[in-house]
């Protein structure tokens, strides 16, 4: 499916057109916590007057939602006899559009892993304001049930147009910035060297990396007219995931997001740091068809694109981008090392083009992480 894409320069008037000709009856309004600050609130409190359709409201829900969250959604969905849902707002917000647009002709009486998604036609469109998850181009989603993470797969919840105005990035705080700018960035690594990476991935991902090289820097200083430009790379960045799906740093990334309470760019961030010296360190346990040699090549493909002069410099290039984030390291004791190491899923390490099992988690937990 082709998404269909609006970059707003100066007005949502394509926007508001496309609704239009969609001739949606009522649109579910996903929104977040961070709706009423946006400078992009008036173009959506706009909608109902400029595509003469309703809108309904939707926000109960908190970051990380849980299953009833989703099902809530549902509910004012098909209390408004919705046709159509508009998410506005970060990764949680997104998730949740996506669950219920899956979910929303499913019987939810049921227990979650029981619930069997409904094809149905009902138009999601996606406007993220952030620049760095790239749900707005994938096929994923995450819920949480009885605490525990859900994720949640299906070409289905593809949105079928994204919406990407600038502004929401001006104003967003420095720590998310840095956190965000990270994720995209090893989206576009972690698919790169990915076993599942096609010539087409790796032409999207290459291209990330060099454009926010080029530009993070202006970036994190306030710069606005790097913005459009980060916003697109976080997007591409998406857009190659959702074709080689992350590796072995999203794997090893997730726990530390909960123990250390540090949001998922920042731990992210750090894992590949021990993840890209484990890969170069191995690469004669390489596990993907293509081979060791096939391996050595992208990994020198990704060393030029991040400014080494040679391969060797790759971990070291990763550790210095990283460390310029200024990211505190959490300090962990050996049992909260060996529950981290013990917490990977072996499913999710299996994109990894070396080999990555529980202790190569547990050495490389005790790299990235500072000693108690
Ligand atoms: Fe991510």
Not at 270 to 287: I, P, S
Request: with cysteine; glycine share 6%; net charge negative.
């Amino acid at each position: 499916m082709t998404q269909k894409v609006f970059r707003i320069s100066d007005s949502y008037n394509e926007l508001y057109k496309f609704l239009r000709n969609e001739a949606f009856k009522r649109i579910l309004l996903v929104v977040d916590g961070s709706f009423g600050v946006l400078p992009c609130k008036h173009d959506i409190d706009n909608l109902r007057n400029a595509c003469g359709c309703d809108i309904a409201v939707f926000d109960d829900f908190l970051p990380n939602p849980s299953v009833d969250s989703v099902i809530k959604g549902i509910d004012v969905f098909n209390e408004h006899a919705c046709d159509a849902i508009f998410a506005v707002g970060g990764g949680s917000a997104i998730d949740v559009a996506k669950c219920i647009k899956l979910y929303c002709k499913t019987d939810i009486t049921h227990e979650f892993s029981q619930l069997k998604p409904v094809d149905n036609d009902v138009k999601l469109i996606v406007l993220p304001t952030t620049a760095g998850t790239g749900s707005e181009a994938t096929r994923y989603s995450v819920v949480y049930y009885n605490g525990e993470k859900q994720s949640v797969t299906d070409n289905g919840i593809i949105p079928c147009a994204v919406v990407l105005d600038e502004r929401v990035l001006y104003t967003l705080p420095d720590y998310q910035k840095r956190c965000t700018l990270c994720d995209a960035f090893f989206h576009a690594v972690e698919s790169f060297w990915s076993v599942n990476s096609t010539e087409e991935s790796k032409a999207i991902s290459e291209n990330v990396i060099r454009t926010i090289l080029s530009v993070y820097r202006a970036y994190l200083d306030g710069d606005k007219h790097v913005c459009a430009t980060m916003q697109t790379a976080a997007y591409d960045a998406g857009r190659a995931i959702n074709i080689t799906q992350t590796t072995a740093g999203h794997a090893m990334s997730y726990k530390l997001t909960s123990y250390f309470n540090i949001a998922h760019g920042h731990a992210v961030a750090l894992c590949n740091v021990g993840v890209a010296e484990h890969l170069l360190r191995f690469t004669n346990r390489c596990v993907d068809p293509r081979g060791e040699s096939y391996l050595l090549e992208t990994l020198k493909r990704l060393a030029t694109a991040l400014g080494c002069r040679d391969v060797s410099e790759l971990p070291e290039h990763i550790r210095g981008f990283v460390g310029e984030m200024n990211f505190t390291v959490p300090k962990a004791d050996a049992d909260q090392i060996d529950a981290l190491a013990k917490s990977v899923n072996p499913v999710r390490l299996k994109n990894s083009p070396v080999a990555i099992d529980e202790n190569d988690a547990r050495n490389i937990y005790v790299k990235i992480l500072g000693a108690k």
